[in-house]
Each structure stands twice: as structure tokens, then as C-alpha cells.
């Protein structure tokens, strides 16, 4: 369910005060104009009425889309407090838990702490890719290059548009810059290895 709630926000700019309604979660299969919106860097976004300036307020957000059984919390912390942002998704489990169905299984949350990480997983989920063995292909591809890239201050992005029926493109991304260093390809004949890997694992379960 899509949700709003007003914040006390301040103007990075001229530091003017004033409320805001932002969003607290979205589903984009009742509301598929707001996945645009996120899109273009236009979700929770703001206009300040002293100055004009216009901001967007990284904040918390649920990311709904079960038509491709989609659920997202983005958390915007910066790496060194990750374990802050797992508290936070912990919360939010238990809450969805308590208005469940005993009967009823809970649903899979993914946690991502910026915006960029969201965008990935929504492509991701709408080309039919599964997470886990995209997050495991990443970490093959740093363990083969350890020597070559420095973790602490570079992450592996899927490029979906780029990706062919052969090959996966990722996109190595410099965290600090933001800026994209290099372009790897890596077979798609290994990712479907690797999902039926995968599928026995959750049999045997």
C-alpha cells in the first residue's frame, strides 16, 4: 500500500523550515507513476518556499511491486552503519509479522542502503533475475579480482539494459565518485548454473 506522512524538513539552501509530504512506501502495480518518479529522481522530492530550491529527501522507503514479487526497504545510511539500517529493516519484518496471518507466510525483504542499489534490484526483479545469485555472481567476481579492485571503495552494479542472452553486463562503480570505472561481462550460460543450483538447495530445505 502506498503511504505518505508529513516531515519537518529544512532547505539545504537558505536553511527556511517547512513541512513536506514524503513517502513511506509505495506500491508501484496500484501506482506505477510512482515508479517513474523514482526513476527520474523525482520521488520525495521538494520545493522550497522561501528560496525555489528544489531537493529530494533520501529517507526510509518500502518498495512494493508484487506483480514481480518485489519488496524493497531502501535505507539510507552510509556503509559504516549498515548495522543501523539492519535494525531498522528487523523493525519493519517484525511489524509486518504482527499484522500477518499465523497461517501465512512473511514475505522476502531486501535491504539496499542507496538509491542506486533500489534502481538494480528493480530492473533486476523485472528482467526475472533472481538476487541472490546476482549478489553471488558479484562476490565471485571480486574474489577473481582482489587484487584489481579495492571493495571499500568500489561496488559491482547489474546492468540490465546492457545485458545481452549471452552475457550479463555489470558496471563497476566508484562509491566515492559515483562515477562508472569499467564494464565486465559474464556468461549468462553460468548464471542458469547457478539457478538450478540454487532451486535444488531450497528442494533439500
Same mark, same amino acid.
Given at each position: 500500500?502506498?503511504q505518505?506522512?508529513?516531515?519537518p524538513?529544512a532547505?539545504?539552501?537558505c536553511?527556511a523550515?517547512?513541512d513536506?509530504?514524503?513517502y513511506?512506501?509505495?506500491n508501484?502495480?496500484?501506482?506505477?507513476?510512482?515508479?517513474?518518479?523514482?526513476?527520474?529522481?523525482?520521488?520525495?522530492?521538494?520545493?522550497?518556499?522561501?528560496?525555489?530550491?528544489?531537493f529530494?529527501v533520501d529517507?526510509?522507503?518500502?518498495y512494493?511491486?508484487?506483480?514481480?514479487? /518485489? @519488496?524493497?526497504?531502501?535505507?539510507?545510511v552510509?556503509?559504516?552503519?549498515?548495522?543501523?539500517g539492519e535494525d531498522l529493516?528487523? %523493525? *519493519? =519484518?517484525?511489524? /509486518? @509479522?504482527?499484522m500477518?496471518?499465523?497461517?501465512l507466510?512473511?514475505p522476502?525483504?531486501?535491504m539496499?542502503i542507496?538509491?542506486? %542499489? *533500489? =534502481?538494480?534490484?528493480i530492473f533486476?526483479?523485472?528482467a526475472g533475475?533472481?538476487p541472490r545469485i546476482i549478489?553471488?555472481i558479484k562476490?565471485q567476481?571480486?574474489t577473481r579480482?582482489?587484487?584489481?579492485?579495492?571493495?571499500?571503495?568500489?561496488g559491482?552494479?547489474?546492468?540490465?539494459h546492457?545485458s545481452?542472452?549471452k552475457?550479463?553486463c555489470?558496471v563497476l562503480?566508484n562509491?566515492e565518485?559515483m562515477k562508472f570505472e569499467?564494464?565486465?561481462?559474464?556468461?549468462?550460460e553460468?548464471y542458469?548454473v547457478?539457478?538450478?543450483m540454487f532451486a535444488?538447495?531450497?528442494?533439500s530445505?
Amino acid at each position: 500500500m502506498t503511504q505518505t506522512r508529513t516531515y519537518p524538513i529544512a532547505c539545504p539552501t537558505c536553511e527556511a523550515s517547512f513541512d513536506a509530504e514524503l513517502y513511506e512506501s509505495v506500491n508501484v502495480q496500484t501506482d506505477p507513476d510512482l515508479r517513474e518518479a523514482l526513476l527520474k529522481n523525482q520521488l520525495n522530492q521538494s520545493v522550497c518556499p522561501d528560496c525555489g530550491f528544489t531537493f529530494r529527501v533520501d529517507k526510509p522507503l518500502l518498495y512494493s511491486d508484487p506483480a514481480n514479487r /518485489l @519488496l524493497v526497504y531502501w535505507i539510507p545510511v552510509p556503509p559504516d552503519r549498515l548495522a543501523e539500517g539492519e535494525d531498522l529493516c528487523n %523493525e *519493519l =519484518i517484525r511489524e /509486518l @509479522l504482527a499484522m500477518l496471518p499465523e497461517d501465512l507466510d512473511s514475505p522476502e525483504i531486501q535491504m539496499v542502503i542507496n538509491r542506486v %542499489e *533500489l =534502481i538494480e534490484r528493480i530492473f533486476s526483479a523485472e528482467a526475472g533475475l533472481n538476487p541472490r545469485i546476482i549478489e553471488y555472481i558479484k562476490y565471485q567476481i571480486y574474489t577473481r579480482n582482489s587484487d584489481k579492485v579495492n571493495l571499500e571503495t568500489h561496488g559491482l552494479l547489474l546492468n540490465t539494459h546492457d545485458s545481452t542472452d549471452k552475457n550479463l553486463c555489470f558496471v563497476l562503480q566508484n562509491m566515492e565518485t559515483m562515477k562508472f570505472e569499467a564494464m565486465l561481462h559474464y556468461p549468462r550460460e553460468t548464471y542458469e548454473v547457478f539457478r538450478e543450483m540454487f532451486a535444488d538447495e531450497e528442494k533439500s530445505v
